[in-house]
C-alpha cells in the first residue's frame, strides 16, 4: 500500500513531469548566470556611485529617484535572466 506521499508524488509527475537538463543546457545556464551577474555589478557600482555624488551634494530627490532606478534595473536584468533560462531549460 502506497502512502500519502508518494501518491501524491505520482499526481504531481503526470501532471508536471520533471525534464532532464543535458550538460550544455547546464553549461549554458552557468554561462548566463556568469553574464547576468556582471551585468548587475556593472549597475549597481555605476548607479550607487551616483547615488553617492548626489548625496555629497545634498540632492535627496535624486538620491530617491537613482536609488528607484537602481531597483528597477536589477529587477528587469534579474527578469530577463530568468526569460532566457527559461528558454535553455526548454531546449529552444
Known sequence: MKSAYELAMERLQKQSPVTKITAEQKAELARLDTLYKAK???RELFLRGEIAKAQAQGDANSV???????SRDLRRIEGELEGKKEKVREGK
Do not use: G, N, Y
Open 64 to 70: 530617491d529617484e537613482l536609488q528607484q532606478q537602481l
Open 40 to 42: 548587475k555589478a556593472e
